[in-house]
């Protein structure tokens, strides 16, 4: 039987895997909360339920990746389900340009995140590679519109942009290890 060491490849792919499924699941309940306060009412509203839309169609890639490479799904699943959902529906409460402020600084990270395991992948797993590739760019275009529909407007704006920012790198931190 093989071990694997701290910090070969394998590893660090799953980690990717685990922490991607992780955040898609995030993400997804995050709107889930913005959207059972706004309603589908509304053009944010609608924005939203669209991005939610293509978290979904990341999440379930990642579902699949799991099952397949055999990776173990983070254990901070069920506080992702209820802090995503609670996030959301806190920042629909404060109003449209809140909501949009969310979604600008989680995709800021994500941005970030996304292109640090690109970096660290080359091209030694492509299919993963692939996916990440096609998932940032939807994320750059969440962030591009949130920003362009008022995000910077919301009320205090850095402070609450900050601690989403702060947040998503804890969650990716301990995603990556519990």
Aim: contains cysteine; charged residues 25%.
């Amino acid at each position: 039987m093989t071990h694997w060491k701290p910090g070969d490849a394998r590893h660090r792919r799953d980690a990717m895997i685990r922490v991607n499924q992780a955040g898609e699941f995030g993400a997804i309940r995050i709107y889930a909360g913005q959207l059972a306060v706004m309603g589908d009412r509304g053009p944010a509203a609608r924005a939203i339920a669209g991005m939610a839309q293509q978290e979904e169609r990341h999440r379930t890639f990642f579902d699949r990746m799991m099952a397949e490479r055999g990776v173990r799904p983070t254990l901070f699943q069920p506080l992702w389900h209820v802090a995503g959902f609670a996030l959301g529906a806190v920042t629909a409460a404060l109003g449209p340009e809140a909501a949009m402020a969310c979604t600008a600084a989680v995709e800021t990270e994500i941005d970030r995140h996304y292109s640090e395991q690109l970096a660290e992948l080359g091209d030694s797993d492509p299919e993963l590679s692939a996916a990440i590739a096609d998932f940032q760019a939807d994320e750059v275009e969440h962030r591009d519109h949130a920003l362009a529909a008022g995000a910077e407007n919301a009320p205090a704006y850095p402070v609450l942009s900050g601690l989403i920012r702060l947040g998503c790198r804890v969650a990716i931190a301990t995603a990556k290890r519990l």
